[in-house]
């Protein structure tokens, strides 16, 4: 397998800010998400939970949301090596009284978080989880105009762009060793999503509604919505439901 270049550093988490942390909490520990043991570093409200591919971050305060957060060690140098390929920071944060951390944006305004060290540990479990959404497998970012732009950008932290696909919807994938991301052309979706599919995904909705998870049907009109939906998180994190086709 080729080694992906990762300027970025090794993933950690998509962090998300929700005013209530225990409904974000017990929402995501009702689809199956386990808790990560999470460190001291931050002195807001913190929980981490995991399906054992994707680690989610609850953070109890405002920040950009979600935000992809990285561990860069030695941020200081990383973030050099980075500003010689253009890339520009909005934020800065480093010093021997604080936790060194880096904030940029991609052209979309998504935040792109880089710390200097984990702020938690991933569980060690008996056995594999699975959630009821199924395999996660990519954040969506809506791209709606210049989608160039985006696609040049994450090209240039690492990420390896692949030919836009057509179906279900106009996407094109980047993907890194880490954490897989899609640029979606489509109005339907007007936020990032956390995108998970499964061969079997119409059964599971039909679980999930009989156990009174309300599933919308806010997606693109070419999806089936007895196939495929969004769940939506107490904070209004969108988790779009996919079939996977082969």
């Avoid at 939506?232 to 994190?237: D, F, H, L, R, S």
Wanted: negative net charge; hydrophobic residues 40%; charged residues 25%.
């Amino acid at each position: 397998m080729t080694q992906l270049s990762a300027p970025l550093g090794r993933f950690l988490e998509i962090s998300i800010g929700t005013r209530v942390i225990r409904e974000s909490l017990e929402f995501y520990e009702a689809l199956g998400f386990a808790q990560a043991a999470v460190g001291e570093t931050w002195s807001h409200p913190y929980a981490v939970v995991t399906d054992g591919h994707l680690f989610i971050g609850l953070h109890g305060r405002d920040i950009p949301s979600p935000s992809l957060t990285f561990v860069l060690p030695e941020l200081h140098l990383g973030v050099s090596r980075l500003k010689e390929r253009g890339v520009e920071f909005e934020e800065e944060r480093f010093g021997e009284d604080v936790f060194n951390q880096a904030q940029l944006r991609n052209p979309g305004g998504l935040s792109v978080l880089l710390l200097e060290a984990r702020t938690f540990s991933p569980p060690q479990l008996d056995t594999p989880v699975e959630s009821a959404c199924g395999y996660f497998s990519e954040l969506g970012i809506p791209t709606r105009a210049a989608a160039d732009e985006a696609r040049a950008f994450w090209e240039s932290v690492g990420f390896v762009a692949l030919d836009e696909e057509a179906q279900p919807f106009p996407r094109t994938p980047l993907v890194s060793d880490g954490l897989d991301l899609a640029l979606y052309r489509t109005r339907a979706l007007r936020q990032p999503v956390l995108t998970f599919e499964d061969s079997e995904m119409t059964q599971r909705l039909t679980r999930l509604r009989a156990r009174g998870v309300q599933v919308s049907d806010e997606m693109p009109d070419t999806l089936d919505e007895s196939a495929n939906g969004v769940l939506i998180a107490p904070e209004g994190t969108r988790l779009l439901l996919l079939t996977a086709t082969d």
